[in-house]
């Protein structure tokens, strides 16, 4: 069985793929509670397909890019329970992975982009073949910068119509689509780590000056 969830984004979403198919799902949307709503979404989707913990045989997990708060939440998370079940832990990016539905599902043809909400005014954004294999990227930029009439999935390309005036499905990630990223090689897999393309906006301060 298994375990894929990502917190990279407002939605927090959980899955459980049994190698053939996802038996079990689970989403919420809510960018300031990712802590809160992940262990619960795990523990739901667990009960419903009937599994128990000990049966997880791996872990997917989405790696972003995303803000610094709710990436560290997913991956902890999916660090633990790697180490307290002994499985493998995947990591895969999470716009790869909105890619991956937008090919299989039909909502793109041709060479495309994924944008989602970088915030400050910005966009994550990367590049796409028309089979879903990135390009180029996952870059920070500002909408204005990476204005174009290619077709866009994301949330990104909703919140700034002008610069992605073709916007496409999906637009949040689905922990489901990760899973069958992972299931059924459909995206690059990576070490569980953050892909952080700013610094926190919350840093320890600076040493006080001398006083002369």
Do not use: N
Not at 107 to 123: I, M, N
Not at 129 to 154: I, K, M, S, W
Not at 160 to 165: C, E, H, R, S, V
């Amino acid at each position: 069985m298994l375990l894929a969830f990502d917190t990279a984004t407002p939605a927090v979403t959980v899955a459980l793929h049994d190698g053939e198919r996802v038996v079990a799902s689970h989403t919420v949307v809510d960018a300031r509670r990712q802590g809160e709503l992940l262990a619960p979404g795990i523990t739901a989707v667990l009960d419903e397909a009937w599994v128990p913990r000990q049966d997880v045989t791996a872990v997917a997990v989405g790696v972003g890019p995303g803000p610094f708060t709710g990436l560290r939440v997913g991956l902890v998370t999916a660090r633990t329970l790697g180490l307290a079940l002994d499985v493998p832990v995947y990591g895969v990016c999470t716009l790869d992975v909105l890619a991956a539905e937008a090919v299989d599902t039909g909502a793109v043809h041709g060479p495309f982009l994924v944008a989602t909400d970088a915030r400050r005014k910005e966009v994550y954004l990367a590049s796409y073949d028309d089979h879903g294999r990135r390009l180029d990227g996952p870059e920070v930029l500002r909408p204005a910068d990476a204005a174009t009439d290619l077709p866009t999935a994301g949330e990104g390309a909703v919140l700034y119509p002008d610069a992605f005036p073709l916007a496409r499905e999906p637009l949040l990630p689905s922990a489901g689509w990760l899973a069958r990223a992972v299931a059924e090689e459909l995206a690059e897999l990576h070490d569980p780590e953050p892909l952080y393309l700013r610094r926190p906006d919350a840093v320890a301060p600076a040493a006080p000056k001398r006083v002369s």
